[in-house]
């Protein structure tokens, strides 16, 4: 199995910026693509971003297109989401997810095999 442990999560004023990791141990060698999604209070969760085992392939939400950075480093079983001029509407909990065995960088939670615990991600006006 894998494990992913996300870390990052804070408060942070309008405009800001946050970097959030995600730290995968286990069975790395068969993790293909990172998704991040998240989750505001009363809404269900959407996708933000996703990224290839290489770093050559990405995807991301339209809403944070231009502000969210997805990068790894696999010699430490990292991703990286830089996010930057944060919005309100940005806060959420924060998952990764994992996907094994991909030939495309899913957009959808139920397409993924592991998940990490979240981090909190508050925004504010």
């Known amino acids: 199995q894998v494990v992913l442990v996300e870390s990052g999560g804070g408060l942070v004023q309008a405009g800001g910026s946050l970097r959030l990791s995600c730290v995968a141990s286990?069975?790395?060698?068969?993790?293909?693509?990172t998704g991040w999604f998240r989750q505001a209070p009363g809404k269900e969760r959407e996708f933000v971003a996703a990224i290839s085992w290489s770093g050559g392939s990405t995807l991301y939400t339209d809403s944070v297109k231009g502000r969210f950075t997805l990068s790894r480093d696999n010699a430490k079983n990292t991703v990286y989401l830089q996010m930057n001029s944060l919005k309100p509407e940005d806060t959420a909990v924060y998952y990764c997810?994992?996907?094994?065995?991909?030939?495309?960088?899913?957009?959808?939670?139920?397409?993924?095999?592991?998940w990490g615990q979240g981090t909190q991600v508050t925004v504010s006006s």
């Open positions: 286990g069975r790395t060698f068969r993790t293909d693509a």
């Open positions: 997810a994992a996907k094994t065995s991909s030939w495309y960088l899913p957009r959808e939670g139920r397409e993924y095999d592991y």
